[in-house]
């Protein structure tokens, strides 16, 4: 069936839709107050089998479902870029950053980081005035 223009609908047929809305409305308000008190009983027994005190209606507070549990960050007497320097002076030879990563933490620095060998990776390409770029993934000192 093609869509009518509603220029094109006689006044008529538009005063016989609406007032035929408006015959369902009531119908349909008594059909939601009804549901809404199924469900707010419904709300009761859950909280009654789950022991639960208040209700909770609606998406969970904050940024995500979940709280995240956060730890405290890592204390180094030196920055990132510093204990790299102290362990590329020892190798002497070019760097790769996984390697870089490695020499790092069994120096003794400290990272709790879950992609701590990217960081070190994104360390090494950005201070230009301590590293440089050999070949591509390794580096020495500037």
């Known amino acids: ?3 009518k223009h509603l220029a094109a609908v006689p006044m008529e047929d538009l005063l ?7 015959e369902q409305l009531p119908r349909l308000q008594k059909k939601r107050a009804r ?3 199924n469900l707010e009983k419904l709300d009761r027994e859950i909280a009654a089998l789950a022991g639960s005190s208040r209700l909770r209606r609606g998406r969970p507070r904050g940024r995500g479902a979940a709280k995240v549990r956060r730890t405290r960050r890592a204390k180094n007497k030196m920055s990132l870029a510093e204990a790299l320097v102290s362990v590329m002076k020892e190798s002497r030879a070019p760097i ?5 990563a490695e ?6 620095y400290k990272s709790k980081a879950a992609k701590f060998r990217k960081i070190v990776a994104l360390t090494l390409a950005k201070d230009k005035k301590r590293f440089k770029r050999v070949t591509r993934g390794k580096y020495a000192l500037a």
């Open 1 to 3: 069936m093609a869509k």
């Open 16 to 22: 016989k839709e609406v007032k035929k809305r408006q």
């Open 35 to 37: 549901l809404a008190a």
């Open 96 to 100: 790769t950053a996984p390697a870089a």
């Open 103 to 108: 020499a790092v933490k069994k120096a003794g």
